[in-house]
């Protein structure tokens, strides 16, 4: 017997390097660019078979950032934020069939280029108050529609989190519990979607050794690199992601 799995060379040129950049950006160092991945893959394939395929590579992701960030991350926050990924996970479940990814993939373009252009224009003072929890449970939400359609919850969710000014460790460290929990909960409607099929898991199955050399790659990066460098990057990997998406989903 076996396995139906993608054998076109194309689709591996252009996952291998989107599932490496997920790697990196799962360890919190250029966390922008993670949702870059399933716009790369759909170059070869669709948004859903791309999203499908990514499921059990984000799982050991997921499973390597906490265990390296295990004693870092910040519960109050995480209390907070969960409530309203899983609402988000929920939304996304039910308007899947009805959504187009590409209209998805604009909205969330578009929104990451003007959180990146108020941020850049009219930069926080030191001494400016927190984003209003309001607008925290709007966006964890909208992070979580996001991220179950496309695998792009992280610019919404970075739009509120990156001004409560965090240490890249404990920004790392929090998303990383985040995604885990969200990413977990897609599970049984994505099955429920008929996503999880023989051919899409045994593909995944083939690029799961990269996962762990992109992680481990970001991890000894945010390890090093300092507060300031941290969010340059970080900001430079959400305006590639936002123009991306955007070109996406207009085109």
Partial sequence: MTFPLITDPYFYAVTIPAVLLLGISKSGFGAGFGSLAVPMMALAVTVPEAAAILMPVLFVMDVLGMAAFRKDFDMQLLKFLLPFGMLGIVIGALLFKILNAHTVAAMVGGFTLLFLAQRLLFPPKADSAPPPRWLGALL????????????????????????????????????????????????????????????????SLVLLPIAPIGVWIGVRLARRISQVLFYRFLYAGMLLTGVKLLWDGLH
């Avoid at 989190?161 to 909960?185: E, G, H, R």
Wanted: glycine share 8%; net charge positive.
């Fill in 140 to 203: 964890t939400t909208t992070s979580g529609f996001t991220s179950f359609i496309a695998h792009a919850g992280g610019p919404p969710i970075n739009a509120y989190v990156i001004p409560l000014k965090l240490s890249p460790v404990k920004f790392t460290a929090t998303m990383a519990f985040f995604f885990f929990v969200v990413n977990l909960s897609k599970w049984i409607p994505y099955g429920m979607l008929g996503l999880l099929d023989m051919r899409n898991m045994a593909t």
